[in-house]
Nanobody, 124 residues
């Protein structure tokens, strides 16, 4: 099990950028695949991006491909989500999550540990 804490959310104008960070506790962080999801009130949690334990494989939702970049620093036990060209429809609470293996990377049901979330608001 890992404990996850997100940071970096906030209010930004459309077209702007934010970088989210997710700090993990535990010595086994490098053995986990990591994902970012987002959720609006009353809606299902939506896949945003994921990265394998080594960082060698990344996965993106079509809605963010080309605008968002996921990366990780295993020495710092941290995963990042660089978000560029933000749109009002990117407004959500963003969650990071950890899982074993690299199957079903876009399905939130296969993730074991979750952070508390960080709010991202994009104004038009």
């Amino acid at each position: 099990q890992v404990q996850l804490v997100e940071s970096g959310g906030g209010l930004v104008q459309a077209g702007g950028s934010l970088r989210l960070s997710c700090a993990a506790s535990g010595r086994t962080f490098s053995s986990y695949a990591m994902g970012w999801f987002r959720q609006a009130p009353g809606k299902e949690r939506e896949f945003v991006a994921a990265i394998s334990w080594s960082g060698g494989s990344t996965y993106y939702a079509d809605s963010v491909k080309g605008r968002f970049t996921i990366s990780r620093d295993n020495a710092k036990n941290t995963v990042y989500l660089q978000m560029n060209s933000l749109k009002p429809e990117d407004t959500d609470v963003y969650y990071c999550a950890a899982k074993r293996g690299i199957d079903n990377m876009s399905d939130y049901a296969f993730y074991d540990d979750w952070g508390q979330g960080t709010q991202v608001t994009v104004s038009s």
